[in-house]
Nanobody, 122 residues
Framework: VQLQASGGGLVQPGGSLRLSCVGS????????IGWFRQVPGKEREGLLC????????YYSHSVQGRFTIFRDSRMNSVHLRMNSLKPEDTAVYYC????????????????WGQGTQVTVSS
């Protein structure tokens, strides 16, 4: 499976963005899809994940209540809706897959998208 992440950009604090992770080569409905982010010089952070059964797991308290994840099976994609964005949300955002269920262990995610930059600034 190949993943293409998109939708990043520059947004003001308090604004919203929707990131997309589009799959090719395989049906994403069979996979758990996680979203991660990384700031230069820091470790990659797991944010949240949606399982093949549409269950959502959060791995970061800082985004719970502001970020949601949902599938669009028609487009073979998973989206990350980000609301109430803060400057500390600035990072490169990645999507990745693992089979069926979510996990907080990033090493178990096998396929990764290329990342999309999100910058929150006034």
């Amino acid at each position: 499976v190949q993943l293409q992440a998109s939708g990043g950009g520059l947004v003001q604090p308090g604004g919203s963005l929707r990131l997309s992770c589009v799959g090719s080569g395989s049906n994403l409905d069979s996979y758990a899809i996680g979203w991660f982010r990384q700031v230069p010089g820091k470790e990659r952070e797991g944010l949240l994940c949606i399982s093949s059964g549409h269950d959502t797991s959060y791995y970061s308290h800082s985004v719970q209540g502001r970020f949601t994840i949902f599938r669009d099976s028609r487009m073979n994609s998973v989206h990350l809706r980000m609301n109430s964005l803060k400057p500390e949300d600035t990072a490169v955002y990645y999507c990745a897959t693992r089979m069926f269920t979510c996990s907080g262990d990033q090493e178990t995610y096998h396929y990764w998208g290329q990342g999309t930059q999100v910058t929150v600034s006034s």
